[in-house]
DNA sequence: TTTATTTACGTAAACGTTTACATTTTAAAT
DNA sequence: ATTTAAAATGTAAACGTTTACGTAAATAAA
């Protein structure tokens, strides 16, 4: 490597191309996007001298130029919790081959963080954005300003109500039923449900499906039982429901969020309870480790990785030709109950 | 809400704060960015108006100009794996602090589209990148054209050490030294080492971390026995490790990767073996669930997110203040054994 | 008072693209 | 050969910032 190839390597942008090829800036811009209007005698050689000299298009300056930036904004609460990883992994799949990017952003679960979050998107920096709200958010003028400024959204898993936009979600209300009605079949009698705090329609939907089951069941009094954690994986958690099972004694926990089930794992060990003979367990969970704890624990398995895919399709359909309604698209995917050891009759 | 609120809020830019204020575009700009140029009455005065107009600059228009993103890129094989999630939230939680901002990349391991990610981040849409790099990766041309550009790069984990640049890893060698002579102590006679395809540097030290302790514990013959997967969890991998369980008969297993512990408990599982009765287990990885796994898994616990945090800082501080000789960087973490059922005497 | 310095602002040229519009070249129609 | 249409290329103005440079007003130094 000489001199040269370093100085040559600095920088070098469409004004370059054209001068190297005798063109002008303009149709070296057209050739490169395969604009109908240049002859493919042309194209070849500007693709070819692109290519030689390790041209990329400057991405900033084309989308300050056109409007467009070819890129969809994920937001989550966090990247650690393997069902918005499967997600995310299934929007960029389908992101991928329409030629877009994704930019990833997490709002640890903060209603703050997630409003500076979308603020900071309204700067054109994306097409759409594809999100799963903070569990305690409480009002949507933020996603009202996106909206207001030309940006789509749609809502995955968590969606916020109030708000009219397109959503892709799961069945979590019969999920949460057929699951609560699989440990009453098994033998439980009391059942608690373990969620977490805020105010996301889908815990509420699962507690929903929880109740109504114990309703059709002709459930035992003192139930529905519930409790909520904090939205992390903590040892306040373990305490609380350490304390809950010493005082309510139930037979049987329906977990609504994957980082509760170290905790409740955890608590049943500080207490000496096996799973499942003294207690079951079901959880809602996408982790691939489900099968090899210690009992394999019955989840209810949500589709994450076709969830992602479904929304980025949607989104990105919407964004291509604008025919289609977003805003009225509304698609529930249904999710798997898949039993191992944790409920099984003993 | 009415018809105005739409149409104001519809693209609010500079100029428009200009004239609002009476003021010059220049001027409006320096006063967002606190300006020793501007005095203090003004200031206040444009900043009151930006926060009344939901004003928020436009960042490309701003990088395109200034050379300068405030972003840096996080490229990582895979988002779903605690160790990168725990880096990628170190990094993020400094960044955030110096008014940086991240774009994560995933490559999926696969050594084609870390070139294709690399080279699309030499148009200027980052100011540096932190990676780890895809297990087959042969070659670092790319690495070096970002590095032409300017773009500084830092290697966290897995490095490729035919490019001089900065990193920050941890203590791969004496890491797997100490979980193989702690599968001795507790007895183990014959350890295989099951790891993943592919010329990463960290590998290749925990290999010889574990040859090293085989061959300064007089190990007896057959040893090392050393397998190889695929790095990803699949079936494959299972029948792998299930046949060199039949074949090999070994009575310890080191994993030298996360995901491989799902692997090799469920081929344990299908043989029937008891862990650590039959076969003791001891992992790398970082997961949270490893305490609550049938049975609980000795792990070698990297400090991923002080990992995070010291490569984003080392980066940073280059950027901020060019003094550093970033490439002269060279950081080693301690790893922690912890110690669990997976390992115990029986 | 005059001159020098400091403070606060304005002007205008970039940054690297895209694209409406104009122009030239080539081919087709008369 | 002339006119018309189509194809291929060029010109120049945007996009929304930042910043070198210039200038006017206010203050300090002479």
């Not at 799963?132 to 030309?150: I, P, Q």
């Given at each position: 490597m000489?001199?040269?190839?370093?100085?040559?390597?600095?920088?070098?942008?469409?004004?370059?191309?054209?001068?190297?090829?005798?063109?002008?800036i303009?149709?070296?811009?057209?050739?490169?996007?395969?604009?109908?209007e240049?002859?493919?005698?042309?194209?070849?050689?500007?693709?070819?001298?692109?290519?030689?000299?390790?041209?990329?298009?400057?991405?900033?300056?084309?989308?300050?130029?056109?409007?467009?930036?070819y890129?969809?904004?994920?937001?989550?609460?966090?990247?650690?919790?393997?069902?918005?990883?499967q997600?995310?992994?299934?929007?960029?799949?389908?992101?991928?081959?329409?030629?877009?990017?994704?930019?990833?952003?997490?709002?640890?679960?903060?209603?703050?963080?997630?409003?500076?979050?979308?603020?900071?998107?309204?700067?054109?920096?994306?097409?759409?954005?594809?999100?799963?709200?903070?569990?305690?958010?409480?009002?949507?003028?933020?996603?009202?300003?996106?909206?207001?400024?030309?940006?789509?959204?749609?809502?995955?898993?968590?969606?916020?109500?109030?708000?009219?936009?397109?959503?892709?979600?799961?069945?979590?209300?019969?999920?949460?039923?057929?699951?609560?009605?699989?440990?009453?079949?098994?033998?439980?009698?009391?059942?608690?449900?373990?969620?977490?705090?805020?105010?996301v329609?889908?815990?509420?939907?699962?507690?929903?499906?929880?109740?109504?089951?114990?309703?059709?069941?002709?459930?035992?009094?003192?139930?529905?039982?519930?409790?909520?954690?904090?939205?992390?994986?903590?040892?306040?958690?373990?305490?609380?429901?350490?304390?809950?099972?010493?005082?309510?004694?139930?037979?049987?926990?329906?977990?609504?969020?994957?980082?509760?089930?170290?905790?409740?794992?955890?608590?049943?060990?500080?207490?000496?309870?096996?799973?499942?003979?003294?207690?079951?367990?079901?959880?809602?969970?996408?982790?691939?480790?489900?099968?090899i704890?210690?009992?394999?624990?019955?989840?209810?398995?949500?589709?994450a990785?076709?969830?992602?895919?479904?929304?980025?399709?949607?989104?990105?359909?919407?964004?291509?030709?604008?025919?289609?309604?977003?805003?009225?698209?509304?698609?529930?995917?249904?999710?798997?109950?898949?039993?191992?050891?944790?409920?099984?009759?003993?």
């Amino acid at each position: 490597m000489n001199m040269n190839d370093e100085s040559n390597d600095r920088k070098i942008n469409m004004k370059m191309l054209a001068k190297e090829l005798n063109l002008s800036i303009a149709t070296v811009s057209r050739a490169l996007k395969d604009s109908y209007e240049v002859s493919d005698q042309t194209k070849a050689r500007v693709k070819e001298a692109a290519a030689r000299l390790n041209y990329v298009v400057n991405t900033q300056a084309s989308s300050l130029r056109s409007h467009k930036t070819y890129t969809l904004a994920i937001v989550v609460p966090e990247i650690g919790d393997s069902f918005f990883t499967q997600v995310i992994n299934g929007i960029e799949s389908v992101a991928d081959k329409k030629k877009y990017r994704v930019l990833i952003c997490m709002t640890h679960d903060s209603y703050e963080r997630e409003i500076s979050v979308i603020n900071e998107l309204t700067n054109g920096r994306v097409d759409g954005v594809l999100i799963s709200v903070a569990s305690n958010t409480r009002n949507g003028d933020h996603f009202n300003a996106l909206k207001r400024k030309g940006i789509p959204i749609l809502f995955f898993d968590r969606d916020f109500k109030e708000i009219n936009a397109a959503s892709v979600k799961t069945d979590d209300f019969e999920s949460a039923y057929n699951a609560t009605c699989h440990l009453l079949d098994n033998g439980c009698k009391k059942i608690s449900l373990i969620t977490v705090r805020g105010g996301v329609s889908i815990f509420s939907a699962r507690e929903e499906g929880y109740r109504q089951a114990l309703i059709d069941n002709h459930s035992k009094p003192g139930l529905p039982d519930i409790i909520h954690c904090a939205n992390e994986h903590s040892d306040d958690n373990i305490a609380m429901i350490r304390d809950h099972l010493l005082k309510a004694r139930p037979d049987g926990l329906l977990l609504t969020v994957e980082h509760l089930s170290t905790d409740a794992y955890t608590a049943c060990q500080l207490l000496g309870l096996k799973i499942p003979a003294d207690i079951k367990i079901a959880c809602f969970t996408t982790q691939l480790t489900a099968g090899i704890l210690n009992p394999a624990l019955t989840t209810i398995q949500q589709p994450a990785f076709e969830m992602g895919q479904k929304a980025a399709e949607l989104l990105i359909e919407y964004l291509t030709y604008k025919y289609i309604q977003l805003e009225n698209q509304h698609l529930v995917l249904p999710s798997r109950l898949i039993l191992r050891d944790s409920t099984s009759l003993t």
